[in-house]
């Protein structure tokens, strides 16, 4: 085939810059969880709902297309227990990507104390987070791996994950266990420099190192991306510029991928006003130049082996190892005592729990914008921070914005009797609550306000408490879609 060229990774935003004549992308990667919700109703459960509408503005985007997975990483053991495989098949039929991929990574834990429920039974990670690096997980990744492709009918390629965590005795280097990965399953590598280059700031394996050792003729995509500092580390925040250091690298790795079929630029949407579409642009028509280093030829993608057996590479052995891996980086996520003391002593275990809380208290501020405002003005930062730490305790992280809302609302509702003197703090969060409740469950509720509820919003909006207002009985009607 040909290869694909130059592009981006999908965001709304960025729209205009794909449907200019003349962009600089002639290749775009969507991740299609990205835009999927989960809903509950009485007749099928939890599942979830894609945005068919925008699937069909993305399918007919000029760009060649590809799917990177972000929901459902490969590198652990607990599955999710909703229904993703038929979407993620919807949405493959529809766009035709050249290729699928997904993250070398987990982001479910078993949940020891689970109820009857199959949702019960996992909680969510709140982040991505790095698999253990033993051959038991390369037996268990090449799996997954298989599993997937074989239900998706398209050659599959796993990313290079990111990984804040020290390394760990006994574990394969990085480059070691990403190519026996590659090897296991018969899967194509989607080569993150930024994730590497990360990686080797924080104390890891060397980018060059690690690239060394990785079967060169697998590598289909290539990763850039933009940083900042946090602390002691350097974070994978998609958050702006390539890095001159990663610009150095493509440019020295580019020309030794025989099979590279893609070259990438990922940014988040909240960082582009900041960076700017003119800008953002300029990091494509930086990818044109570097993809320029590539040697002119077809690209092979390997389809791979046909579907394994049932029993596939890993054992009762390997899958019981991984599990007890996952369990022991919960215990130190979770701030208790796993068994490798080693873990929890290690300050990156610190730093992704401080990611996740910081995941968790982005969604809550966008679903609940107004409660939160009402809490912060109301309670002052030190006692609003000691109800979400006390929240984070109580209750395990969600995956969507909505979840997370409706699980923080439900958690207020049952301590609000200590907060009297907050004005309106009740019928503010009855308010947001209810729109989560339309979103989610497909709820209508009628709401009654005290006073006039445009005044409420507009003195939070603007920073402020609402001052005392005159009382002025109404019904709101939230009504589901």
């Known amino acids: 085939m040909q290869a694909l060229g130059v592009g981006v990774v999908y965001w709304p935003i960025l729209d205009p810059l794909l449907r200019e004549p003349g962009s600089p992308a002639t290749v775009v990667e969507i991740e299609p969880q990205a835009f999927w919700e989960m809903s509950h109703d009485d007749r099928h459960g939890w599942r979830y709902r894609p945005n068919a509408a925008l699937l069909d503005e993305l399918a007919a985007l000029p760009q060649a297309k590809l799917i990177h997975g972000v929901g459902h ?17 919807d949405a493959v039929t529809q766009l035709a990507p050249t290729w699928v991929s997904e993250h070398l990574s987990l982001n479910r834990f078993e949940r020891p104390q689970g109820g009857h429920e199959p ?23 090449a799996d997954n791996l298989q599993r997937l492709r074989s239900a998706m009918d398209r050659p599959m390629a796993f990313e290079t994950g990111v990984n804040y965590l020290r390394p760990q005795a006994g574990e394969m280097s990085d480059g070691d266990f990403f190519a026996a990965v590659a090897e296991t399953s018969d899967c194509g590598i989607v080569l993150d420099l930024h994730n590497l280059w990360c990686n ?24 850039l991306a933009g940083g900042m500092r946090h602390g002691a580390y ?47 642009a300029q990091e494509l028509n930086l990818l044109q130049t570097m993809w320029a280093l590539r040697a002119p030829r077809l690209v092979h993608v390997a389809q791979g082996r046909p579907a394994p057996p049932a029993t ?49 208290r982005a969604n809550l501020t966008r679903a609940l914008r107004f409660t939160l405002t009402t809490l912060l003005l109301g309670l002052g930062e030190d006692d609003t921070e000691a109800l ?53 469950h497909g709820h209508s509720t009628q709401l009654h306000w005290s006073v ?15 001052p005392p207002l005159p009382i002025v009985h109404s019904v709101m009607h939230i009504q589901a879609a």
């Open 119 to 141: 949702l019960d039974q996992v909680e969510h990670a709140g982040f991505l987070l790095p698999p253990s690096q033993t051959p038991a997980t390369t037996r268990v990744a």
């Open 200 to 223: 080797a700031c924080n104390g890891r394996q060397s980018v060059d190192e690690v690239i060394a050792r990785l079967p060169l003729e697998r590598v289909w995509e290539v990763h």
């Open 234 to 280: 350097w974070l994978d925040a998609h958050s702006g510029r390539i890095p001159e250091p990663v610009i150095e690298l493509a440019a020295r790795w580019i020309p030794k991928l025989p099979a590279l079929g893609a070259l990438m630029f990922e940014i988040l949407p909240e960082h582009v006003p900041t960076l700017g579409l003119d800008e953002v």
């Open 388 to 440: 979400l730490q006390a929240y984070a305790r109580h209750s395990p992280p969600q995956p969507f914005a909505a979840l997370e809302a409706e699980q923080f609302a439900a958690f207020v509702w049952g301590h609000i009797g200590h907060w009297p003197h907050l004005p309106h703090l009740c019928e503010v969060l009855a308010f947001e609550h209810a729109l989560i409740r339309a979103s989610v």
């Open 452 to 466: 006039d509820p445009t005044q409420v919003l507009e003195a939070l909006e603007a920073g402020q408490l609402p």
């Open 73 to 89: 990483p490969v590198g652990g053991t607990v599955t999710d227990p909703l229904d993703h495989l038929n979407l993620l098949q």
């Open 312 to 360: 596939g590479h890993s054992r009762p052995e390997d899958r019981a190892a991984v599990r007890a891996w996952e369990c022991q980086l919960a215990a130190a996520l979770h701030g208790e005592a796993p068994a490798d003391a080693a873990l929890s002593q290690d300050p990156g275990c610190a730093l992704l729990a401080r990611l996740i809380q910081d995941f968790r």
